[in-house]
């Protein structure tokens, strides 16, 4: 059997996660079952709590900026 033109399993999973620029696939959406909406934290930001339905993970997303927010700078927003 020939192995010529195939590729691993990891690849394949690693080519799925990545978009056509090469870039990791996110998909991030309003937590809690897409019912969060945005509100503004104790310093006057306003935010909106996502989830990554790729990496399972949960973040705060700046509306104004449209970037999410680091946790190191969680404290910087009021939401330490």
């Keep these: 059997m020939s192995t ?3 590729i691993s399993i990891y690849e ?6 990545l978009d056509r620029y090469g870039n990791p696939k996110v998909n991030w959406i ?6 969060e909406v945005p509100f503004t934290t104790r310093t006057g930001h306003r935010v909106l709590y996502v989830y990554d339905t790729y990496s399972a993970k949960h973040a705060y997303l700046n509306v104004e900026t449209d970037i999410i927010i680091p946790d190191s700078d969680l404290s910087n927003y009021g939401l330490s």
């Excluded at 309003?30 to 019912?35: E, F, I, Q, V």
Aim: charged share 25%.
């Design 30 to 35: 309003p937590a809690h079952n897409r019912t």
């Design 4 to 6: 010529e033109g195939t």
């Design 12 to 17: 394949m999973l690693k080519q799925r996660s």
